[in-house]
C-alpha cells in the first residue's frame, strides 16, 4: 500500500508562470489536507477537501490560489501567478476520516522555489 | 482555537544524553496533541499522540511525551539520543478534526557524537 504521493517532488517556476502541485492519497483515504512550510516556521494548515468537496479553505490565499480533489485522480493545488514568496515547501495529507482518532499521513512534500 | 508554542527553534545534545523538546499549547477546550518528525527532505512522520486516557504516550523509537493539562505542556522526551534522532521535530495541536490541527514552528535537533 503506497503512501501519500506527492509529484513533483522539486518544481521550479519563473515569477508570473502557474505552478500545479499534485497529491495522491493513500488507498481508502477520501479526505486530503494541503499544508505550507516556509523556511523557519510550522506547518500552516491551507485546505481541506473531500472527493469533489472543498470543507475547510480557510487557511488559502485569496487570490491566485486554488484546490480541487476531483472524483477520479489526484488532488491539485494550483497557484496562478506566482511570486518569490510563493517559494515555500508544500505538503498533502491523507485520512480515511475527518475525526482526529485517525491518523493523517504526509507525503514527502513538493519544493517550490520561484525564480 | 488552539496555538502551539515550541521553545527553542535548535536544540543540541551528545549522542548518549537526555533528549527533551518543549511544546506548550493554548486552548480552549483539551486538545489532541501529536508529535511529528522530519527527516531532511522528507514527509512528516508521526511519532506518538495523545487523544484521551494515559497522559505518558509512548511511541516509535523511544520517544515518549507526557500530557500536563495544569502545565498546558507535552514535552518530548527520550532517555538517550543517537545520532539517527537528528531531524526537525514539530508539535502539534486539535481539538476536533485534522483540518483544525495546528503546528508549532519546529524544533531542530542536533545530536554530537
Known amino acids: 500500500n503506497a503512501g501519500v504521493m506527492q509529484n513533483p517532488r522539486h518544481l521550479v517556476r519563473r515569477r508570473g508562470q502557474e505552478a500545479r502541485l499534485r497529491c495522491s492519497p493513500m488507498k481508502g483515504h477520501s479526505h486530503v489536507y494541503w499544508y505550507r512550510q516556509l523556511p523557519e516556521e510550522g506547518l500552516k494548515f491551507m485546505v481541506y477537501l473531500q472527493k469533489e468537496n472543498i470543507i475547510d479553505e480557510s487557511g488559502m490565499p485569496k487570490e491566485r490560489f486554488s484546490a480541487e480533489f476531483p472524483k477520479e485522480g489526484p488532488s491539485i493545488l494550483r497557484i496562478q501567478q506566482v511570486v518569490r514568496g510563493d517559494s515555500a515547501a508544500y505538503f498533502c495529507?491523507?485520512?480515511?476520516?475527518?475525526?482526529?482518532?485517525?491518523?493523517?499521513?504526509f507525503g514527502q512534500g513538493t519544493r517550490l522555489t520561484v525564480v | 482555537a488552539q496555538s502551539v508554542t515550541q521553545l527553542g527553534s535548535h536544540v543540541s545534545v551528545s549522542e548518549g544524553a537526555l533528549v527533551l523538546l518543549r511544546c506548550n499549547y493554548s486552548?480552549?477546550?483539551?486538545?489532541?496533541l501529536f508529535w511529528y518528525v522530519q527527516y531532511p527532505n522528507q514527509g512528516l512522520q508521526l511519532l506518538l499522540k495523545y487523544t484521551t486516557g494515559a497522559t505518558l504516550v509512548k511511541g516509535i523509537n523511544g520517544f515518549e511525551a507526557e500530557f500536563k493539562k495544569s502545565e498546558t505542556s507535552f514535552h518530548l522526551t527520550k532517555p538517550s539520543a543517537h545520532m539517527s534522532d537528528a531531524a526537525e521535530y514539530f508539535c502539534?495541536?486539535?481539538?476536533?478534526?485534522?483540518?483544525?490541527?495546528?503546528f508549532g514552528a519546529g524544533t531542530r535537533l542536533t545530536v554530537k557524537p
Open positions: 502539534a495541536a486539535a481539538t476536533y478534526n485534522n483540518n483544525d490541527m495546528r
Open positions: 495529507a491523507s485520512s480515511p476520516l475527518a475525526e482526529m482518532n485517525t491518523e493523517a499521513f
Open positions: 486552548s480552549s477546550v483539551p486538545p489532541y
